[in-house]
């Protein structure tokens, strides 16, 4: 079946604009989750939903950011007012929550450079 | 908090060389553990995981046991091959009940076989 899918693949920004980017998770998936990956790192955790409910948003890095998934599929994650150190690559992951695993299943994610 | 130190890189092999990444983590009680690779231009897939004390994780040749004793998740395979050239990542997951839980990654190891 299909996988994780993030659009765009790659976004340029000039510095105090916003940008919306979007995951569709695999079909059926409970829960979803946002990570943040900057150049040679590992990803790192930005908020999390299971359906539509936001339970941990606490990887935030600012009131900038703003992350939705209003029906329980989609999910936009949102960034305003952009900055340079916002350029990273967004990755977006999806697990079943079916009892006893936890596996993610991640998305090719988003590469945001922001000028 | 959760944290995972991993080794770092870059590693270059030859093929048929015998691998070892080192992984050590820092948790509360006894977390999920995993490695994802990243092969260029992909994304983040599992590669394997344990989550129990002793368990070994095993999949494409590699290996992982979860030692609690020494709070490791070491990756190893016998012989690599050219088409193991990826990054590495070793993760880690909270023991918690219900739903699934975020992931906290290491900084990666970038691996490269050479022919």
């Known amino acids: 079946g299909a996988g994780v899918s993030q659009s765009p693949r790659y976004k340029v920004a000039k510095r105090g604009q916003d940008v919306a980017l979007r995951c569709d998770p695999i079909?059926?998936?409970?829960?979803l989750f946002w990570y943040q990956q900057a150049l040679g790192q590992g990803p790192e955790f930005l908020t999390y939903?299971?359906?539509?409910?936001?339970?941990?948003k606490s990887g935030l890095p600012s009131d900038r950011f703003f992350a939705e998934r209003p029906e329980g599929s989609v999910s936009t994650l949102k960034i305003q007012r952009t900055q340079q150190e916002d350029s990273a690559v967004y990755l977006c992951?999806?697990?079943?929550?079916?009892?006893?695993?936890?596996?993610?299943?991640f998305g090719p994610g988003t590469r945001l450079t922001v000028l | 908090g959760n944290s995972v130190t991993q080794m770092e890189g870059p590693v270059t092999l030859s093929e048929e060389a015998f691998l070892t990444i080192n992984c050590t983590y820092t948790?509360?009680?006894?977390?999920?553990l995993f490695w994802y690779v990243q092969y260029p231009g992909e994304g983040l897939q599992l590669l394997l995981k344990?989550?129990?004390?002793?368990d070994k994780g095993s999949n494409k040749g590699f290996e992982a046991t979860y030692r609690k004793e020494t709070t490791s998740f070491h990756l190893e395979k016998g012989s690599v091959q050219v088409s193991d050239s990826a990054v590495y990542f070793c993760?880690?997951?909270?023991?918690?009940?219900?739903?699934?839980?975020?992931?906290?990654f290491g900084s990666g190891t970038q691996l490269t076989v050479l022919p």
């Open positions: 992951a999806s697990s079943s929550d079916r009892v006893g695993t936890d596996t993610q299943y």
């Open positions: 079909s059926g998936h409970v829960s």
């Open positions: 939903f299971q359906n539509e409910a936001q339970l941990d």
């Open positions: 948790a509360t009680g006894y977390p999920s």
């Open positions: 344990a989550t129990k004390a002793d």
């Open positions: 993760a880690l997951s909270p023991i918690s009940s219900g739903s699934a839980r975020q992931l906290t």
